[in-house]
């Protein structure tokens, strides 16, 4: 009668776990102007902001990573974020064999069973990186969407006067920052 051995077989693993989430979206502005006129008011405003203007795509990277990039000719907006982590992962993988030291087929299965336990860990990792970055992504939304608001309101006041200005003579302006109202009186 032969016996049963247990061959057991440690793999580590050290590697950069890469995640990264994002939101698109786009800016509410009414086609009051050229979509030309319109791009330059709202490329105006977001350089105000600290963006940098790339091409068509006016870019903002936030002190936490979080990149903010807005088309100015479609109005629309990319946020995104992204991250790496180094991990280090180790499994343990046992499998029965009938000698003492075991065949090398055995061992050959033993670390394949490893590597697929390491394999799963880093998902699992990357995973939880992922998580990560999205609640972080979650919390930022917030504060970017009263932003991104502000500057479609602010756009698109500053579209109603130049269209005023193209109908006629502007004789009054009146603006209320507190409610956003915005009255134009135009002699035609």
């Known amino acids: ?14 590697r950069i776990v890469q995640a990264e989430d994002g939101v698109c979206s786009k800016l509410e502005l009414l086609p009051l102007l050229s979509r030309e006129e319109t791009a330059g008011l709202l490329a105006a405003e977001l350089a ?16 936490d ?23 280090e992962l180790s499994a343990t993988a046992e499998v ?15 670390r394949e069973k490893a590597r697929a336990k390491l394999e799963d860990k880093t998902q ?20 970017l969407k009263s932003e ?3 500057i479609a309101n602010k756009v698109t006041g500053d579209a109603l006067k130049v269209r005023a200005s193209q109908l006629g003579t502007v004789e009054e302006i009146h603006e209320d920052a507190a409610t956003g109202s915005l009255t134009i009186k135009v002699r035609v």
Request: charged share 35%.
């Open 148 to 150: 991104l608001d502000s």
């Open 1 to 14: 009668m032969s016996r049963a051995y247990r061959v057991s077989v440690s793999e580590s693993l050290n």
């Open 48 to 63: 105000k902001r600290g963006f940098t203007q790339e091409g068509d795509v006016a870019v903002r990277l936030e002190a």
């Open 96 to 110: 029965i064999s009938h000698t003492p030291d075991g065949s090398e087929a055995t061992r050959k299965l033993a």
């Open 65 to 87: 990573g979080v990149r903010v990039a807005v088309d100015v000719t479609t109005g629309e907006v990319s946020v995104t974020l992204s991250d790496a982590e180094e991990v």
């Open 124 to 143: 699992d990792a990357t995973e939880t990186l992922r998580e990560d970055i999205t609640r972080r992504l979650e919390g930022r939304l917030r504060d």
